[in-house]
C-alpha cells in the first residue's frame, strides 16, 4: 500500500500542476484575445521593448501601439483663460484622460499659433490615466480676442485630437 501513495500522490500533484498551467495559459490568451497590453506586462529584456514603447516609429512601421489604438478624452472641450494684459505670459494645464483599453502615447503637438509653446511627458498613459499638456501663451503682439488650437496626434483613430483655448488679451489692463 506504501508503494501506491506515492503513485496517486505524484498523479494528485501533476493533475494540479496541469490545472494551474490551463488556467494560467487562458487568462493570458484571453487579455492577448483583447489585443490589450498594460504597462506592467512590457518587458525590458524582450528584444522589441523598444519598438512597443518608442513615440517615434510610423504606424507604417507596424510599431506595436498603431497596431493597438486607444481614445482619449479631454477634460474639457474649450478652455477659456479669461482676460490677460499684453506682454504677459500665462501657463495652463490641458488634460486629457486615456479612456481606451491601450497605452496612449503623443507622437507630435501642433499648435494653430506661434504664440504657444506645448509641453509634454513622451511617455505612454496607460488606460485609465490622466495626461497633461503645458501650454505657455505669450501675449506680445496680440490683442482682443484670440482663439487657439492644440492638437495630439498619437495611436488613436483619427490620429488627431484637439481642444480650443480663448484668450482676451487688453492692452490697458487696470
Not at 488606460?127 to 506680445?140: L, Q
Amino acid at each position: 500500500m506504501k508503494k501506491h501513495i506515492w503513485k496517486i500522490i505524484s498523479l494528485v500533484f501533476l493533475l494540479v500542476s496541469c490545472t494551474l498551467a490551463y488556467l494560467l495559459w487562458q487568462k493570458t490568451a484571453k487579455s492577448r484575445a483583447q489585443n490589450t497590453l498594460s504597462l506592467s506586462e512590457i518587458d525590458p529584456s524582450d528584444y522589441e521593448y523598444k519598438k512597443k514603447q518608442n513615440p517615434n516609429f510610423a504606424a507604417d512601421n507596424n510599431d506595436y501601439f498603431f497596431q493597438n489604438p486607444t481614445t482619449i478624452q479631454f477634460l474639457n472641450d474649450e478652455y477659456n483663460f479669461d482676460t490677460i494684459a499684453v506682454n504677459k505670459i500665462i501657463s495652463q494645464e490641458i488634460k486629457y484622460i486615456n479612456t481606451g483599453g491601450n497605452p496612449y502615447f503623443i507622437t507630435d503637438i501642433k499648435v494653430s499659433c506661434g504664440c504657444t509653446v506645448p509641453s509634454y511627458d513622451n511617455r505612454p498613459i496607460a488606460a485609465g490615466d490622466t495626461g497633461i499638456v503645458k501650454i505657455e501663451y505669450n501675449s506680445a503682439k496680440k490683442s482682443g480676442f484670440n482663439m487657439n488650437k492644440l492638437s495630439l496626434f498619437g495611436n488613436t483613430e483619427p490620429k488627431e485630437r484637439s481642444v480650443y483655448f480663448k484668450i482676451f488679451v487688453k492692452s490697458n489692463l487696470h
